[in-house]
T-cell receptor, first 112, second 114 residues
Framework: KQEVTQIPAALSVPEGENLVLNCSFTDSAIYNLQWFRQDPGKGLTSLLLIQSSQREQTSGRLNASLDKSSGRSTLYIAASQPGDSATYLCAVVSSNTGKLIFGQGTTLQVKP | SAVISQKPSRDICQRGTSLTIQCQVDSQVTMMFWYRQQPGQSLTLIATANQGSEATYESGFVIDKFPISRPNLTFSTLTVSNMSPEDSSIYLC???????????FGPGTRLTVT
């Protein structure tokens, strides 16, 4: 059974810092991995999608990497801003089921 | 990416009543899903909404409690029946692409049951 874990559960940093969020999954049989952002009480915004054959994806200040063999992904946020404060969710699509399986999320607070 | 809307955005309901949540997509999509996010928790898949046939439910979710309709490729509804306070959650619909399995989410419906 696929399990997704995100570390840390919460993170507080001063504005301007570069930071890394971690995601690990137990079964390397995945179609892809997605990183989402969720603001309190809101829906999910897709940030980056990495196909299983890819190593990384970049969008603006965000860079996500994928090491499928070790079951790990990282989301790198450069020059963090208070507007980046949100919960970041990592999810994988299992090759066996085609379903999206979520981690518990990392809640980020960027202080001005 | 698809644009997804949900109605209502939030509601406060009494125990024992039912609420129907609507999900509308701006383009035809093959895959539609319904998720629940309980307070402080991550997302859990309730069911896959199949166009023209019965939804496929995940373990722990049953049709009598969460009936789902999908009359066409752009619209679906989820009903939360005979509600109890434990049903207080955010309910989200999502759509997926067959080519990449990427999913896009609606804004969610925040349900509070008193």
């Amino acid at each position: 059974k696929q399990e997704v874990t995100q570390i840390p559960a919460a993170l507080s940093v001063p504005e301007g810092e570069n930071l890394v969020l971690n995601c690990s999954f137990t079964d390397s049989a995945i179609y892809n991995l997605q990183w989402f952002r969720q603001d309190p009480g809101k829906g999910l915004t897709s940030l980056l999608l990495i196909q299983s054959s890819q190593r990384e994806q970049t969008s603006g200040r965000l860079n996500a990497s994928l090491d499928k063999s070790s079951g790990r992904s990282t989301l790198y946020i450069a020059a963090s801003q208070p507007g980046d404060s949100a919960t970041y969710l990592c999810a994988v699509v299992s090759s066996n089921t085609g379903k999206l399986i979520f981690g518990q999320g990392t809640t980020l607070q960027v202080k001005p | 990416s698809a644009v997804i809307s949900q109605k209502p955005s939030r509601d406060i309901c009494q125990r024992g009543t039912s609420l129907t949540i609507q999900c509308q997509v701006d383009s035809q999509v093959t895959m539609m899903f319904w998720y629940r996010q309980q307070p402080g928790q991550s997302l859990t898949l309730i069911a896959t909404a199949n166009q023209g046939s019965e939804a496929t439910y995940e373990s722990g979710f049953v049709i009598d409690k969460f009936p789902i309709s999908r009359p066409n490729l752009t619209f679906s509804t989820l009903t939360v029946s005979n509600m109890s306070p434990e049903d207080s959650s955010i309910y989200l619909c999502s759509v997926g692409t067959v080519s990449s399995y990427e999913q896009y989410f609606g804004p969610g419906t925040r349900l509070t049951v008193t």
